[in-house]
């Protein structure tokens, strides 16, 4: 609805309320709606009443990503913010999708963030881009940063290392579906340790 306010000068419209309400006092007393469209004056030709005619427009959710939806009246808005996207429905990745495209920019070694699959499901993600040589190298971190130490070995006790690494193992295969070369780095510090066990070969110890 819209309310015309006049003055001496010129006439303003100034919108009014659009939305729905229920349980509605004045007076500490609860107001009989029907009652008011019957008796008293006014136009109530665009009330409902016992019912909102608002549109939820934010179900389903269109926002991608994460975004949040709020809604107006006729309309919806997504919220970006801290998802790594942009755009009306948060569509469009903020990040390069790989390390070479980093590069291209003119950018040197450092940590970036990479959406290697776009504005697909996979969200982006955090990795070294190493720049020092002709082919950009891209490591995905672990949690594995210290030494482990492991004192003895027998069949009945041996040690097992996990590694949880900061990616999915979705984003990992999006990484090395494109890369020409991966590659697992560990390593390994012994003393009087054997190297090799393999049956009918002779085992080799290493002194470091």
């Not at 919108?15 to 007393?29: K, N, T």
């Not at 995905?140 to 009945?156: A, C, I, K, N, R």
């Not at 510090?189 to 090799?196: A, E, G, H, P, Y």
Request: glycine residues 6%.
């Amino acid at each position: 609805f819209l309310n015309q306010m006049s003055n001496s000068s010129h006439s303003v419209l100034q919108p009014s309320f659009q939305g729905c309400m229920q349980l509605i006092q004045v007076d500490d007393q609860l107001v009989n709606l029907y009652e008011v469209a019957q008796r008293k004056p006014g136009s109530f030709a665009n009330v409902s009443i016992d019912m909102c005619a608002i549109i939820d427009r934010c179900v389903p959710n269109h926002c991608e990503h994460g975004g949040k939806c709020s809604q107006t009246w006729d309309s919806f808005k997504c919220t970006c913010d801290e998802t790594g996207y942009s755009g009306a429905t948060c569509h469009n990745s903020i990040y390069e999708p790989s390390c070479e495209a980093y590069k291209h920019l003119g950018q040197t070694s450092n940590y970036y963030w990479i959406d290697p699959d776009g504005s697909g499901p996979l969200g982006p993600l955090k990795v070294y881009c190493n720049m020092t040589e002709d082919k950009v190298w891209t490591i995905v971190s672990h949690d594995l940063q210290m030494q482990t130490t492991v004192v003895g070995y027998t069949p009945e006790k041996y040690s097992v290392t996990q590694l949880v690494y900061s990616a999915s193992m979705d984003q990992i295969s999006a990484i090395t579906s494109s890369a020409e070369h991966c590659e697992q780095y560990i390593s390994y510090f012994c003393k009087m340790s054997r190297l090799l066990n393999t049956p009918g070969r002779l085992p080799v110890e290493c002194y470091f």
